[in-house]
């Protein structure tokens, strides 16, 4: 009984992976939810979502909140600060954006 109900428990769970409910940094975090396979860009307008391997440019800048990094690529976050992030990961922070593409080197 006790492996069935484990394995209904991570059934159960398997929706909200979809529905990008799983996708933030921690319950401290005010990331926006993100869907799995995807780089979920908040910024104050609301969430744009890159799809794993594409790149975004914004001209002019955004300002962001927060980047989530749901695909299994770095990625490199160009801007007035410009950093690397990896699979994974979420940056919970204010700043320009004016870049996220694929890499795991970031020269900007």
């Not at 979809?18 to 005010?30: E, I, V």
């Not at 979502?49 to 300002?63: E, K, N």
């Not at 976050?77 to 690397?84: K, P, R, V």
Request: aromatic share 4%.
């Amino acid at each position: 009984m006790r492996i069935k109900s484990t394995v209904l428990a991570a059934m159960t769970a398997l929706p909200l992976v979809g529905a990008g409910l799983l996708g933030t940094a921690g319950p401290a975090s005010a990331a926006a939810p993100c869907v799995v396979n995807n780089v979920c860009v908040e910024t104050l307008g609301g969430v744009d979502l890159i799809p794993a391997g594409s790149r975004r440019f914004y001209s002019p800048s955004v300002t962001i909140r927060s980047v989530t990094n749901l695909t299994k690529l770095g990625y490199c976050i160009g801007g007035d600060l410009s950093f690397g992030l990896g699979p994974w990961q979420t940056v919970t922070r204010v700043q320009t954006v004016s870049s996220v593409a694929p890499g795991n080197i970031c020269l900007q």
